[in-house]
């Protein structure tokens, strides 16, 4: 069973456009949830772990337990957001990633 | 920030040869290291977790005799494919968990000729 939905394999909005992407998660126990970024021929950054409740480069996701949803939002896209974008679980002893399919994000100027 | 530097970037190697991938914790022991396997256009997938100083820990249908990883030390992990086929053909990446989540090696591309 998929651990992490990422509906939109694709997503573009234009410049100065709010985006979402979306993330659900299916986990009993109390999730530890990350968006990861990778830019084009880049390694995976962090962009935000819930936990931290903080905003990276004008992004924020809010973990909302009852409907097991944990998207990724900016009111105003930039260009330079373009890239591909990873919603992760943290799960078992080990505290394994589980990775969503990825949405790629592409803001048309 | 923590730092894993992952090596080599590409490598192209023929087929039925083995080949070695290193990941290496620049500025941080790394007592847990995970590798991934991502397909073009496709997530990363959790081939295994080792452990420094342990057998690691594969995930249900990665075969243990093919895809070698040695964690010998706190700033080292290895994988090795064995007897590499061209299906074994894909991009292979390592992570270490860190005190703020997790750090990505920039990845090995492998192609099997």
């Known amino acids: 069973a998929q651990r992490v939905t990422q509906p939109e394999k694709l997503l573009s909005v234009f410049k100065g456009a709010p985006v979402e992407l979306k993330c659900n998660y299916s986990?009993?126990?109390?999730?530890?949830l990350f968006w990861y970024v990778q830019y084009s021929r880049q390694r995976l950054q962090l962009l935000l772990r819930?936990?931290s409740r903080e905003s990276i480069k004008g992004f924020t996701a809010d973990l909302n337990k009852g409907e097991t949803s944990f998207h990724l939002k900016k009111p105003f896209a930039q260009e330079e957001d373009s890239a591909m974008y990873y919603c992760?679980?943290?799960?078992?002893?080990?505290?394994?990633?589980?990775f969503g399919s990825g949405t790629q994000l592409t803001v048309l100027p | 920030g923590a730092v894993v530097s992952q090596h080599p970037s590409w490598v192209i190697c023929k087929s039925g040869t083995s080949v070695k991938i290193e990941c290496r914790s620049l500025?941080?022991?790394?007592?847990?290291m995970f590798w991934y396997r991502q397909f073009p256009k496709q997530s990363l997938m959790l081939m295994a977790t080792?452990?420094?100083?342990?057998?690691?820990?594969?995930e249900q249908g990665v075969e243990k005799d093919k895809f070698l990883i040695n964690h010998a030390s706190l700033t080292l992990s290895t994988l090795t494919v064995t007897s590499a086929h061209p299906e074994d053909s894909s991009f292979y990446i390592c992570?270490?968990?860190?005190?703020?989540?997790?750090?990505f090696g920039s990845g090995t591309r492998l192609t099997v000729v």
């Open positions: 992570s270490a968990t860190v005190y703020y989540g997790y750090t």
């Open positions: 986990y009993s126990g109390s999730p530890e």
């Open positions: 819930h936990i």
């Open positions: 992760a679980l943290s799960e078992g002893s080990a505290r394994q990633l589980t």
């Open positions: 500025d941080f022991q790394a007592t847990t």
């Open positions: 080792s452990n420094e100083g342990s057998k690691a820990t594969y």
